[in-house]
C-alpha cells in the first residue's frame, strides 16, 4: 500500500435508501452530477455511482440514465469514475452489467458471492412514504437473495476484462475473500486487487472493531502485498471505522449510499459533507489523500481516456 496515502472512494447515491429517508439522497442526473464533484473537489479520488429513474427515485440499471451524469463528471473533474454492477439485489445480472459493459469504466464494482441483503429492518425506522415502491422493496428482502454466483462472476469478469475494467471486488465476509482468492489462483483477477471490505450490512459481517480486524487479517494472510485494502462501513459506523481503518494503513468509502448521517441525529447534506469528515480524521493522522492520478497509479488503471464515458 502506497505509505502515507489514502483513497478516498465516495459513494453518493446508491441502490439501499430511498428518497424519504432523506431530502439530500440524489436522485436525477443533476443531482447526482453536482454530488460526484462537490466529492471530487473535497478530496475523493473515485466516485461510485448508481443512476436512479428520475421521477420516482427507485433504482435502474438503464444506461441512458447514466450517460447525463457520467459526461458532465468527466467534464468537470478527474476522478475516477467506478460504476456499479451490483444494481439492486432485485435485478438480473444482464440488468446489472449493462452500464459497465456500454461504458467499459476504469473501475467497476464486484460483489463476490451470493448473499442475503436484508434492508427490511429500515420498515421500522421510517413511516412516511413518498413512493408506494419503497417499502415494498424493503419488505422484499426479507425473502430475497443477492445472486452472484461463481458462474455469474465468471461471465462479469469474461465481459468487463477485456474492456480494460478493473474492480472494486466487494467483499461482505469472509466468504468473499476466499472466493476472490479463488479467482486470483485461477488467474481469472489480476494483482493489485482493490479490496473493499463492507461492513454493516444483514446478511454480511458486523461493524465490530473485531469483524473490520478479521477481515483485515484474513485478507493479508490470504493476499499479502498483492492488494490495497479498503473498507465501508454502513449507518452510523461509517465514521468509527473510516477512522479504524486508516490507523491501520487502510483506503476508505464514504458517502450517502453507506450512510445518510453526517452526526449522531443529522443528516448529511451532501456528499462532500461526509468526504470532508473523513479528511478531517485522515489528515490528522498525519496522512494524505490520493489524487485520483495516484490512485490509478496505486490500482494500476487504465485511464480516464481509455473509457466510453
Known amino acids: 500500500m502506497a505509505k502515507g496515502k489514502v483513497i478516498v472512494s465516495c459513494a453518493v447515491?446508491?441502490?439501499?435508501?430511498?428518497?424519504?429517508?432523506?431530502?439530500?439522497?440524489?436522485?436525477?442526473a443533476e443531482e447526482i452530477a453536482e454530488a460526484a464533484v462537490g466529492a471530487a473537489e473535497a478530496g475523493a479520488a473515485i466516485i461510485h455511482l448508481h443512476a436512479r429513474n428520475p421521477v420516482d427515485g427507485r433504482p435502474d440499471q438503464n444506461?441512458?440514465?447514466?450517460?447525463?451524469?457520467?459526461?458532465?463528471?468527466?467534464?468537470?473533474?478527474?476522478?475516477?469514475?467506478?460504476?456499479?454492477?451490483?444494481?439492486?439485489?432485485?435485478?438480473?445480472?444482464?440488468?446489472?452489467l449493462r452500464p459497465a459493459t456500454t461504458f467499459a469504466p476504469e473501475v467497476a464494482s464486484l460483489n463476490m458471492g451470493s448473499m442475503g441483503f436484508g434492508l427490511f429492518p429500515m420498515l421500522d425506522r421510517y413511516k412516511d412514504w413518498k413512493h408506494d415502491w419503497e417499502p415494498q422493496v424493503l419488505e422484499a428482502s426479507r425473502d430475497l437473495?443477492?445472486?452472484?454466483?461463481?458462474?455469474?462472476?465468471e461471465g462479469l469478469l469474461a465481459l468487463l476484462t477485456p474492456l480494460g475494467t478493473r474492480f472494486e471486488f466487494e467483499c461482505y465476509d469472509t466468504s468473499h475473500l476466499y472466493n476472490l482468492a479463488h479467482f486470483l489462483d485461477r488467474g481469472l483477477v489480476k494483482a493489485p486487487l482493490f479490496v473493499q471490505t463492507c461492513f454493516g450490512i444483514l446478511g454480511g459481517i458486523g461493524s465490530h472493531p473485531d469483524d473490520v480486524m478479521h477481515m483485515k487479517r484474513t485478507a493479508d494472510r490470504l493476499f499479502g502485498d498483492?492488494?490495497?485494502?479498503?473498507?465501508?462501513?454502513?449507518?452510523?459506523?461509517?465514521?468509527?471505522?473510516?477512522?479504524?481503518?486508516?490507523?491501520?494503513?487502510g483506503n476508505v468509502r464514504v458517502g450517502l449510499e453507506d450512510s445518510l448521517w453526517a452526526g449522531p441525529g443529522r443528516l448529511a447534506?451532501?456528499?462532500?459533507?461526509?468526504?470532508?469528515?473523513?479528511?478531517?480524521?485522515?489528515?490528522?493522522?498525519?496522512?494524505?489523500?490520493?489524487?485520483?492520478?495516484?490512485a490509478r497509479e496505486i490500482l494500476s488503471l487504465k485511464?480516464?481516456?481509455?473509457?466510453?464515458?
Open 13 to 28: 447515491t446508491g441502490a439501499i435508501h430511498t428518497p424519504s429517508m432523506s431530502p439530500h439522497l440524489p436522485v436525477s
Open 226 to 249: 498483492q492488494y490495497e485494502w479498503s473498507v465501508l462501513g454502513a449507518g452510523a459506523r461509517q465514521m468509527g471505522i473510516v477512522a479504524m481503518a486508516a490507523s491501520m494503513g
Open 63 to 96: 444506461p441512458d440514465l447514466f450517460e447525463p451524469f457520467l459526461k458532465v463528471i468527466k467534464q468537470r473533474c478527474d476522478a475516477v469514475l467506478n460504476l456499479t454492477t451490483g444494481g439492486h439485489p432485485s435485478m438480473s445480472l444482464e440488468e446489472r
Open 269 to 294: 447534506e451532501t456528499n462532500a459533507e461526509q468526504v470532508a469528515n473523513a479528511r478531517r480524521i485522515i489528515e490528522n493522522m498525519g496522512l494524505s489523500l490520493a489524487t485520483p492520478d495516484e
Open 145 to 153: 437473495v443477492f445472486k452472484n454466483t461463481y458462474k455469474d462472476i
Open 303 to 309: 485511464g480516464a481516456d481509455r473509457t466510453k464515458i
